[in-house]
């Protein structure tokens, strides 16, 4: 296997040594980039213990394998970096395309409300709405002084933010229903890196206006202004840091540039996205103020937790339908 950034924007591939001298565009940048040849076996001069003398050559090549094994691929791996190759391929005229095209079965306002319809898409549902509630009835506090149920929803909510971004990068694919968690990649490393980057994009866009509202407990023009700066900047952030997984996307200029290539599509969006979060927010307001009943409060995080994953898959839909207006070269 041949393994080459581009030299463009650096995005990394990974393909067979029959595509060597080819071109194509990068899946990333757009931008045009030939893969190298492969690279050449190194050649170990090995004194002869008996002799003293050097081998010659002819021994030398005897020792060198002619066709390399290829590196072992990871059954059910389907890493940014995969898939960025498989683009490339289907470029150059080989490989196999994504596994997702795009097509709905049915219609589309049906087909949307069906997108968790899938053993995972079912597993999400039950860990972000049901289990919330159930730490809050069984007796945890006990195990760590009372603070018990901190960490197991921590957890929940790392698990929200990480299947959430994989909703948004496989329906940025095609994907027409919630991922497999057995499809993606779970790597330590991969992990930390996709994990990292999105805390930066939550504490980056939605951090100061949680902050404010904790340390101040007013609802004033300043709190207001940094929702609209959440509302505004967001979905496009989160939406180019699961397809680029880097840090260039925090910068607000890169993403303002984004935002005015697709700004009429884009601003129904974020309309229909801010009407929806503010009714979930706006009803469970309600529902603290009063002794609401268990299974209302369970009705209600489990509603919320369905439209986020319907909300995900419309972010990852909106770079589907519009991919070819993104201006996201570096």
């Not at 393994?3 to 990974?14: L, M």
């Not at 170990?44 to 213990?49: A, C, G, K, P, W």
């Not at 607000?252 to 601003?267: N, T």
Request: net charge neutral.
């Amino acid at each position: 296997m041949i393994r080459f950034p581009c030299p463009h924007c650096g995005a990394k591939f990974k393909v067979p040594e029959t595509q060597a001298g080819k071109e194509g565009p990068c899946p990333r940048c757009k931008e045009r980039l030939t893969v190298p040849p492969a690279p050449e076996p190194e050649l170990e001069l090995v004194r002869d213990e008996t002799t003293g003398n050097a081998r010659t050559p002819s021994k030398l090549l005897d020792q060198v394998a002619v066709h390399p094994q290829p590196l072992p691929v990871r059954k059910g791996s389907d890493t940014r970096e995969d898939q960025r190759a498989q683009e490339l391929l289907a470029w150059l005229g080989s490989g196999s395309a994504s596994k997702h095209t795009g097509e709905r079965k049915v219609a589309w306002p049906i087909d949307i409300l069906l997108y968790p319809a899938s053993m995972s898409g079912i597993i999400a549902l039950l860990i972000l709405g049901v289990l919330p509630l159930v730490l809050q009835v069984l007796p945890f506090g006990f195990l760590i002084g009372g603070r018990g149920v901190f960490f197991p929803g921590a957890a929940i909510g790392l698990y929200a933010c990480w299947y959430l971004a994989e909703c948004v990068y496989d329906s940025a694919k095609g994907g027409t229903r919630a991922p497999e968690i057995m499809d993606a990649d779970t790597s330590l490393d991969e992990l930390w890196s996709r994990g990292s980057y999105l805390i930066a994009v939550y504490l980056l866009f939605v951090g100061p206006a949680v902050l404010y509202l904790l340390f101040t407990r007013r609802m004033d023009g300043i709190f207001w202004a940094l929702v609209a700066w959440a509302i505004f900047f967001f979905p496009m952030g989160l939406l180019a840091m699961v397809i680029h997984d880097s840090s260039f996307v925090l910068n607000p200029l890169f993403l303002l540039g984004s935002i005015f290539g697709v700004f009429v599509p884009y601003v129904c969006l974020l309309s229909f996205t801010a009407a929806l979060a503010g009714l979930f927010w706006y009803v469970g307001a309600l529902l603290s103020r009063g002794l609401a009943p268990q299974w209302l409060w369970l009705f209600h995080t489990l509603i919320a937790s369905y439209a986020a994953l319907i909300m995900a898959h419309i972010l990852g839909r909106f770079y589907w339908r519009h991919r070819e207006r993104f201006d996201w070269g570096i």
